[in-house]
């Protein structure tokens, strides 16, 4: 018998050494996940008070957005309210700085800070994927979600530009082989995910399982069966690399959790103050024309633009491609992944600038119909969502007609943020009516909804 | 030629060390550890860049 163990020893010398080498392996993989997790939740408080969350020129900006494990992080530190949005989350003025929302809630005045998610171009589709690679840690949690109504009237279908330069093969995959999401929601996302192929085309595992997926028929599915193993190693190898890449930049760049400065449950900030300072601050920087938008952006492009689009539109052509946008079917399967995952969100929209699609020929009647919508799917899914519809008329909540916040927009959107972290969100204001022949809004509105003010 | 002796004597020792089940055992570990330290040298990264795009609204 000893004899047998010897021979079969010797004529396989390197199975053992080759195992144990494995198993090592895997050990020092463990210790090392379990440390870079202790490290990013030891350092991302710090890091979300940074403004180089928000600066798209820092390394941070990338891992932050392409990777998942700050955004775990996030979700599991009690102290901090992820925020996913697009640009406006970018510091791209600043004049902005004081009352960007990662600024004005660095030092946690109300006992939390934003973990702001999201670059240009980062519409629903891509949002989707980064909620459903954070997976089970959505559970309970609370989540604010921005939205720019841009995406949902402009063109049918997010750029696909944009969407590729926001893809990532990480949260594609967490998607894709997440046995914790319901098929038919799997198979919603995979379909619309293959309507940018070139995202895929250089991923075979994941264009495969994607394209069965889509399929839905019994062979395509054993097919997509057969090769979810090799998918989720795929994604723990990624989510190993983004660990890596997390920890090289904390060495690189050392944070420290900061002591809370105020109690759990913090003081209240003084609103109407605010308010005051951010319009006052924003009214220098946009007095060059009538609709309120960014001095520069104006003189560079935006005089030049609005003239050409002068009376251009209509009500009917607006209200076509707001009912055929694809946005709504990819804010439904953000819904759908956050309602599976038992989070509680959020969804803010930034108001249409009322003034600038007013002279283009489109009018609030029309534009209520993205509202009244917007509501509606929300209900549906049983979400809060402010969509400051009565600010439809403020020419001061946004620097462009794209949605990018001023000032002014910033205090407001915290606002609600503050609310929504302390279980406080002011009730939805109710939709203004719409006017008839409302070609001109002549700030008919108010540029604050009351509960602002309190 | 006593450099040659030496040589020798040193060779024949080292391989009666690796003769030894456990130092074999040992070396072939560690051999095979390298080889995955190289690989997640090489792959350890990973590339999370995204295709430039240009984005015109600000």
């Known amino acids: 018998m000893m004899h047998a163990h010897n021979q079969t020893w010797e004529q396989t010398p390197h199975l053992a050494p080759a195992l144990t080498a494995m198993i090592l392996g895997f050990v020092v993989l463990a210790a090392f996940g379990s440390y870079a997790r202790s490290l990013e939740l030891g350092s991302i408080t710090a890091l979300a008070a940074d403004e180089a969350v928000i600066n798209r020129y820092d390394e941070l900006y990338r891992f932050k957005n392409q990777g998942t494990a700050l955004q775990q992080a996030a979700f599991e530190t009690s102290g901090l309210l992820p925020l996913y949005g697009s640009s406006e989350l970018v510091m791209n003025r600043d004049y902005n700085r004081p009352f960007h929302v990662t600024n004005l809630f660095r030092d946690r005045p109300s006992g939390f800070t934003i973990f702001p998610v999201g670059k240009q171009a980062t519409t629903c589709l891509i949002i989707q994927q980064r909620l459903a690679a954070v997976g089970p840690g959505l559970r309970g949690r609370k989540v604010a979600i921005s939205l720019s109504p841009y995406w949902f009237f402009e063109g049918l279908t997010a750029w696909a530009g944009g969407y590729a330069g926001n893809f990532s093969a990480l949260h594609a995959g967490e998607l894709a082989f997440n046995t914790r999401l319901s098929l038919p929601l799997r198979q919603d996302a995979a379909r619309r995910m293959l309507q940018y192929p070139e995202t895929v085309a250089n991923r075979p595992l994941l264009r495969f399982a994607l394209e069965n997926l889509a399929d839905g028929s019994l062979l395509s599915l054993a097919c997509y069966d057969a090769v979810l193993p090799l998918g989720m190693v795929h994604n723990a190898i990624l989510r190993y690399q983004d660990h890596w890449n997390v920890v090289c930049y904390l060495w690189k760049h050392p944070k420290r959790t900061p002591s809370p400065i105020a109690p759990p449950g913090g003081q209240q900030l003084d609103w109407p103050a605010l308010h005051r300072q951010a319009d006052a601050w924003y009214r220098a920087h946009s007095n060059n024309n009538e609709f309120g938008l960014d001095n520069q952006r104006w003189d560079r492009s935006l005089r030049q633009e609005t003239l050409r689009k002068k009376d251009t539109r209509s009500d009917q052509a607006f209200l076509c491609a707001l009912e055929r946008n694809q946005e709504w079917v990819d804010l439904e399967l953000v819904l759908r992944v956050l309602t599976e995952f038992g989070a509680q969100p959020l969804l803010l929209s930034v108001p249409i600038h009322g003034a600038w699609y007013d002279q283009c020929g489109i009018t609030y009647t029309a534009r209520r119909a993205y509202y009244q919508k917007l509501r509606e799917i929300c209900a549906r899914y049983h979400t809060a969502v402010v969509d400051f519809a009565d600010h439809d008329a403020d020419r001061y909540f946004c620097m462009d007609y794209v949605g990018h916040l001023s000032p002014s927009g910033w205090v407001c959107y915290s606002q609600v943020l503050d609310g929504f972290f302390h279980d406080r969100i002011p009730p939805q204001a109710e939709l203004p009516p719409a006017r008839v022949a409302s070609r001109r809004s002549e700030a008919g509105l108010p540029s604050r909804p009351a509960h602002a003010l309190h | ?58």
């Open chain 2, 1 to 58: 030629m006593i450099f040659r002796d030496r040589f020798s004597k040193y060779r024949t020792l080292l391989s009666e060390w690796l003769a030894l089940p456990w130092v074999r055992f040992v070396a072939l570990t560690a051999y095979y550890l390298g080889i995955l330290v190289g690989l997640i040298a090489l792959y350890g990264r990973g590339d999370f860049s995204t295709p430039p795009f240009i984005y015109q609204n600000f």
